[in-house]
């Protein structure tokens, strides 16, 4: 389990509430986005570099499939920053 920062956290609390209507409280996003860290960090991490690597054996470094989910991740929920 990763641990973020009580500044991490605010900052990330802070992105939150600019991009909608903050209707949580501050120890529910916490425990949200630990939950999804350690998705991502674990088999959420396995599973996408897996299905990369399934598509495209052998083409990618690890870091291309972060960069990879990086731009779907973006793309797929309107995040789309000119990449």
Same mark, same amino acid.
């Given at each position: +389990?990763a =641990?973020?920062?009580?500044d991490q956290?605010? @900052?990330?609390r %802070?992105?939150m509430?600019k991009?909608g209507?903050?209707?949580w #409280?501050k #120890?529910d996003? *916490?425990?949200a #986005?630990q $939950? =999804?860290? &350690?998705? +991502?960090?674990? %088999?959420g @991490?396995?599973?996408v570099?897996?299905?990369?690597?399934? $598509?495209s054996p052998? /083409?990618?470094? *690890?870091? %291309? @499939?972060v960069?990879?989910? !990086? /731009?779907w /991740?973006?793309? !797929?929920?309107? %995040? &789309?920053?000119?990449v």
């Amino acid at each position: +389990m990763a =641990v973020y920062t009580s500044d991490q956290l605010a @900052k990330m609390r %802070q992105a939150m509430s600019k991009l909608g209507t903050a209707t949580w #409280v501050k #120890v529910d996003i *916490n425990a949200a #986005v630990q $939950a =999804v860290e &350690d998705l +991502m960090l674990g %088999q959420g @991490k396995t599973a996408v570099f897996s299905a990369i690597e399934a $598509a495209s054996p052998g /083409v990618f470094t *690890n870091a %291309q @499939k972060v960069l990879i989910f !990086r /731009v779907w /991740v973006e793309r !797929r929920f309107g %995040q &789309d920053r000119g990449v």
